[in-house]
Nanobody, 119 residues
Framework: QVRLVESGGGLVPPGGSLRLSCVTS????????MNWYRQTPTKGRALVAA?????????????LYADSVKGRFTISRDDSKKTLYLEMNNLKVEDTAMYYC???????YGQGTQVTVSS
């Protein structure tokens, strides 16, 4: 059974930081590109960041970011722990959303973790 479990969300003031985690099971994490999406009632679901399969022979792992988070968010993966991360710095009010991790291989999503940025 494919499972993705997000954690790490919370309430932070503008300029704050959070680190989201997504622990996975039930599929071959190491061969799956992984994504972070976020969703709000008004904007729907949007891609935040994506990471490819871990590169070999010193080939860097491909990453992709939405323009709105470039330079502030960092996506990473630990294949040994089957876990996906999203480091979020200099958070803004407009980053408030439910954040979901997604496996491109299985097209599955987790239950989400709420991030609220407010003073």
């Amino acid at each position: 059974q494919v499972r993705l479990v997000e954690s790490g969300g919370g309430l932070v003031p503008p300029g704050g930081s959070l680190r989201l985690s997504c622990v996975t099971s039930g599929f071959d994490f190491g061969v799956s590109a992984m994504n972070w999406y976020r969703q709000t009632p008004t904007k729907g679901r949007a891609l935040v960041a994506a990471i490819g399969v871990t590169g070999t022979n010193d080939v860097p792992t491909n990453t992709l970011y939405a323009d709105s988070v470039k330079g502030r968010f960092t996506i990473s993966r630990d294949d040994s722990k089957k876990t996906l991360y999203l480091e979020m710095n200099n958070l803004k009010v407009e980053d408030t959303a439910m954040y979901y991790c997604n496996s491109a291989l299985t097209a599955s999503y987790g239950q989400g973790t709420q991030v609220t940025v407010s003073s």
